[in-house]
């Protein structure tokens, strides 16, 4: 990891929608961001607050209209660039994935983008194979199912295999697991989870959930109006509750907790927002 | 470059400009009454000074309903390929039928005359006063006020049980959904963009290649279009939709002077557009 070339650097972008109309709206205001490799971050704001806007700047669906975006080292402002290169690069995920999936096949469906890259048939099989092995589908097993007999949290997961067969080097996901009963949310985190720990993937994800924040970001970067608001890691920010009631920001339960414990005049560290910490922290009141 | 997604931004149909002119503030029934007598007019029109003067009279509506005439234009512009083909059409194959008048050339099966001429500059221009038109209609009427008139202008027909609140109801849902998928339609391009999909690169005369790059825009779109379809079913339902059943209105409209006086002046330009004899 350098910390002089970040996977990922905004630079004072800003985006306005229907420019040159009645219906004119700043999306995003002078945002700065900087990402660095195999970092996984959680970006929170409430709806209309531009985090769409930001995410679709990554892979270059939405250029930059001012300032800049750099996607390890390639300039998303550039005309030139080949924007197929930028979304090797870059995996963008949407809402509800599971829409946009139109093969008969599930195996054809997640080949789409490795065939779309060009890539000779054993190369497209091979990646179709780790990527739905990766995502928790049976290659053998799930290849030849017919998609729309798969229930909601598989199909999500093809969704998604679909992205990863273009082997990127970031994952954006937007709102991952909205809508998933919650078993499937579970396997879906743990999945992510996986992908960047262990395949060393940079991971930038949008969340209304706390919990999943709290569980998986290394960093989180709070939007509002178009603006980033507050940057830190999960432990400053959830830690602090004069920010997190300035700006809104709602908190996992076990945070949720332990400020209860606060106010009822424990001495607690507010810090310990994983479940495991706040059990602790719990088990050392009660021992005291 | 940037807004090569945003499709939502070029959709004029159902497209409402509140200007609160004297145009918006007409009683829906008698503005489409108006709009409709006009329309029949310019179909029947086929004189070149009655054409113009049917579009100085729509250019005269813009003003008067204080809508930026840029608005109608960018109306027009999509139908310009369409209006071209028919306007070679015509002048290649209609010879024969619109064959008065002094012909200027007969080569084989190709005659063109002065009427055929005539008919080919006409239905161009006729096509221009109808896109002007309906576009002072949509843009000066908002979608409800245009089901409520149309609505109401049937009604007559409900007698030879001609279903005219479904009808009503049909268009309405229609147009209600046209923003709705378009932004699906946005939604589903960046996501499959995303995957590597590219659109519009092929070369044009690829027909076959350029229709399969569609394909994965198109079907998922089909699945979400079905999926509405049935929550608004539903949602019809939980509120006590029932198809054919007697229902009151929520609006009520009453006619003022101005109103007749609005029909008076669309027959008036009708019969002037008519009885032009060029």
Redesign the interface.
């Known amino acids: 990891m350098t910390q002089n070339n970040p996977m990922v650097s905004v630079k004072n972008l800003s985006?306005v929608?229907?420019q040159g109309?009645p219906l004119q709206h700043r999306a995003l205001d002078e945002v700065n961001l900087e990402v660095a490799e195999g970092e996984c971050l959680a970006i929170i704001g409430h709806t209309g607050s531009g985090k769409s806007t930001l995410i679709?700047h990554f892979?270059g669906?939405?250029?930059?209209?001012s300032g800049s975006v750099i996607i390890n080292g390639l300039d998303v402002s550039q005309?030139k660039l080949d924007i197929?290169t930028l979304?090797?690069q870059v995996?963008?995920?949407?809402q509800n994935?599971e829409?946009?999936?139109?093969e008969k096949l599930v195996g054809d469906d997640v080949a789409?983008?490795?065939f779309?890259?060009g890539l000779p048939l054993e190369e497209v099989r091979r990646r179709v194979h780790w990527a739905m092995e990766l995502v928790g589908l049976s290659f053998q097993e799930m290849k030849d199912r017919p998609t729309f007999a798969l229930s909601g949290g598989q199909k999500r997961k093809v969704a998604l295999a679909?992205?990863l067969s273009?082997q990127p080097k970031v994952l954006v996901l937007d709102e991952p697991t909205a809508g998933l009963d919650p078993r499937s949310r579970k396997e879906l985190l743990e999945r992510i989870r996986t992908l960047n720990r262990e395949e060393k993937l940079t991971v930038i994800f949008v969340s209304h959930n706390m919990e999943e924040v709290a569980q998986l970001a290394d960093r989180v970067y709070v939007m509002a109006n178009g603006k980033a608001v507050l940057d830190g890691t999960p432990r400053q920010i959830f830690g602090n509750q004069e920010l997190l009631r300035e700006h809104h920001i709602g908190t996992p339960e076990s945070v949720h907790i332990l400020y209860r414990l606060r106010e009822e005049g424990y001495e607690i560290d507010p810090g310990a927002y994983l479940p495991e910490e706040t059990a602790l922290e719990i088990l050392k009141l009660i021992k005291r | 470059m940037s807004a090569e997604f945003e499709l939502t931004r070029n959709i004029t149909i159902g497209q409402y400009l509140p200007t609160g002119s004297v145009v918006h503030r007409l009683d829906p029934r008698f503005k489409l009454a108006a709009f409709v007598v006009m329309i029949l007019a310019i179909a029947i029109c086929n004189t070149y000074v009655g054409n113009l003067f049917a579009l100085a009279v729509c250019i005269w509506m813009f003003s008067v309903s204080k809508i930026p005439l840029h608005y109608g234009i960018s109306g027009i512009k999509p139908a310009v390929p369409f209006i071209i083909i028919l306007a070679i059409m015509q002048l290649l194959f209609y010879g024969e039928i619109a064959n008065g008048g002094t012909i200027y050339l007969k080569y084989g099966f190709i005659t063109i005359s002065s009427e055929s001429i005539r008919l080919v500059v006409v239905s161009a221009m006729r096509f221009v006063d109808v896109i002007f038109l309906s576009s002072v209609l949509t843009l000066s009427t908002s979608t409800t006020e245009l089901t409520h008139g149309m609505e109401r202008l049937l009604g007559p027909l409900e007698k030879v049980k001609f279903p005219v609140h479904a009808f009503a109801l049909i268009i309405t849902i229609a147009i209600r959904f046209v923003p709705t998928f378009a932004m699906e339609m946005e939604k589903m391009m960046k996501a499959q963009a995303s995957r590597g999909a590219d659109f519009g690169t092929g070369e044009w005369w690829r027909i076959v290649r350029r229709t399969k790059d569609m394909f994965p825009i198109i079907i998922p779109l089909f699945n979400v279009a079905l999926a509405r379809a049935e929550d608004l079913i539903l949602a019809m339902e939980a509120r006590c939709y029932v198809p054919g059943a007697s229902r009151t209105r929520f609006a009520h409209y009453k006619a003022s002077s101005k109103d007749y006086l609005a029909l008076l002046f669309s027959i008036v330009i009708s019969v002037i557009m008519l009885g032009i004899p060029f």
């Open positions: 985006h929608y229907m109309t679709q892979n669906l939405i250029r930059p209209q005309p197929r979304r090797r995996g963008l995920v949407f994935p829409d946009q999936l139109f789409y983008g490795p779309k890259m679909g992205v273009l």
